[in-house]
């Protein structure tokens, strides 16, 4: 019986580690996108902390990016950095009331032009709360806080991932594809990164139903 309790133990705390680190990670979307193309993206903010909401995130935007535009956010103000030659190196976001709490999240857009020659997009985000806690996502990819990374992918010969090769009215079109893809990629990624939550939850209820089992066959 003391054996069955243990494992029983064992099970429940594996299961609440598992379900912390599927919620945890912020992340930029799309994960993939074009040499030379202009391109929106989602900063996805989830807040892990269970006592205190987040009330500011830090996101840095490196060489391989040209970020040019902000979107407005209702109930939070930005603030952008920059470097000598004016390029955007950075905004915060900061909560202008409570912030979010741990069963939330939220999405951040923000639009800019991607490097000709970049293969990748390594954005380093810091997340703050209330009790002035800060999470760093600046690790690499297999470290306990990871950075987010785009994958960008070479420039087709033809030019076609050059946006702004298109006339006024395709280019609004094209951001509009855009925000419906990211959002659906949102909502993968976000099921996604809930999978590892519902296999602990089965794999704890086939623990309980093989406890309770055993226990009636002494009985």
């Not at 243990?6 to 598992?18: H, Q």
């Not at 960008?152 to 946006?163: L, R």
């Not at 094209?174 to 089965?202: D, G, R």
């Amino acid at each position: 019986m003391k054996k069955m309790m243990t494992s029983l133990a064992v099970m429940l705390g594996a299961f609440l580690l598992f379900a912390g680190i599927a919620s945890a990670h912020v992340t930029v979307l799309p994960k993939e996108t074009t040499q030379g193309s202009y391109e929106m993206f989602t900063v996805r903010v989830p807040s892990e902390n269970e006592t205190v909401p987040t009330t500011q995130i830090r996101v840095e935007f490196p060489s391989a990016v040209n970020i040019s535009r902000i979107e407005p956010k209702p109930g939070w103000k930005y603030e952008i950095q920059k470097d000598a030659s004016e390029k955007i190196t950075s905004v915060t976001w900061t909560a202008e009331e409570e912030g979010l709490k741990s069963t939330e999240f939220g999405l951040f857009n923000i639009q800019g032009k991607v490097a000709d020659d970049a293969t990748e997009i390594v954005f380093k985000a810091y997340q703050t709360y209330q009790d002035g806690t800060v999470v760093e996502w600046v690790g690499t990819q297999d470290a306990e806080k990871p950075a987010s990374v785009t994958t960008v992918n070479p420039k087709p010969a033809d030019g076609s991932g050059d946006h702004h090769s298109t006339v006024k009215t395709n280019e609004s079109k094209e951001e509009v594809k855009t925000e419906q893809a990211n959002k659906e990629e949102v909502n993968e990624t976000t099921n996604s990164s809930n999978a590892p939550l519902y296999v602990s939850i089965a794999a704890l209820i086939a623990g309980l139903l093989s406890l309770v089992i055993s226990l009636k066959k002494r009985a």
